[in-house]
């Protein structure tokens, strides 16, 4: 194996002229490359990355209330309909975006984990290992309440069942069956994705969560650069920087990061004229 074979496999052997493509079938070879390595001592590969990063960020969907509201509405008409399936996935759905979780944090939610008396979740099996508690608003605690006393009579109430389930002995709901429901939506097909991605995601439900946060912050005077430590902390972020990457700049939010940086100047050439 020599660096200039890689390099030819990886861009001339590849379906898709794309420089991407290109990369991600060198990282293929690269592990190959240390066994191989072990064996012939003459082993080659490119060093650096000839083609640039394997990964890119494609940009998510940022949702409109409108569209939250069609998605939450459509799932109520989810069949069979006098299952607990429809509430399951409608408060589900809602629950993603009030409060930006991930989808595998909701569908690992326990009923000890919900405290409605107190408004809030306890977050155990979070993406790092971490624990966290997220607070809730008292809209979101109604409609849980709600959904909580309708799954109760289907299912059981031993507190380590799980919150959202299909099931009478309250197992958990598997990613796939929640994914499926959410294709199933109208809307999947119908809201005219505005990111990257072919379709709009469950996913993009958590990035739409942290983009209109920052608009309301935007809108109240707050000041993002404290505030965002909480909100990193709330989504279950290791680092403020991982909730950067959340953020996209839709024209509703630049529009009021503009209107914001155009009262800091006058009010520093106010300032100073004076």
């Not at 009030?98 to 155990?124: K, P």
């Not at 002995?169 to 119908?190: E, M, N, S």
């Amino acid at each position: 194996m020599t660096a200039e074979l890689c390099v030819e496999w990886a861009r001339d052997e590849a379906r898709i002229a794309d420089p991407f493509t290109w990369a991600r079938r060198l990282d293929e070879l690269r592990t190959f490359s240390h066994f191989l390595a072990g064996i012939d001592a003459a082993t080659q590969f490119p060093s650096g990355s000839p083609f640039g990063r394997s990964t890119r960020r494609l940009s998510p969907h940022i949702y409109t209330s409108a569209e939250i509201q069609r998605i939450v509405d459509e799932a109520t008409m989810l069949r069979p309909t006098m299952s607990l399936r429809p509430a399951t996935f409608t408060t589900m759905f809602g629950l993603l975006a009030a409060t930006g979780l991930r989808i595998s944090e909701a569908l690992a939610l326990r009923l000890v984990d919900t405290d409605l008396s107190t408004g809030q979740l306890t977050i155990r099996t979070s993406k790092f290992g971490g624990s966290r508690l997220v607070p809730l608003h008292p809209t979101t605690v109604q409609a849980l309440g709600r959904y909580l006393a309708r799954r109760n009579h289907y299912a059981g109430s031993n507190e380590d069942e799980c919150f959202f389930t299909g099931h009478p002995d309250g197992r958990a709901i598997p990613y796939t069956t929640a994914r499926h429901a959410f294709t199933r939506l109208p809307a999947h097909k119908d809201i005219r994705p505005r990111g990257g991605h072919p379709r709009v995601r469950i996913h993009d439900l958590r990035h739409t969560f942290v983009c209109h946060r920052l608009m309301l912050w935007l809108e109240q005077g707050i000041n993002i650069d404290n505030a965002i430590m909480a909100l990193s902390t709330y989504v279950g972020h290791v680092e403020p920087k991982s909730t950067y990457w959340y953020m996209e700049a839709i024209p509703e939010l630049m529009a009021l990061t503009s209107a914001r940086f155009e009262r800091a100047t006058q009010k520093v050439g106010g300032a100073d004229h004076a």
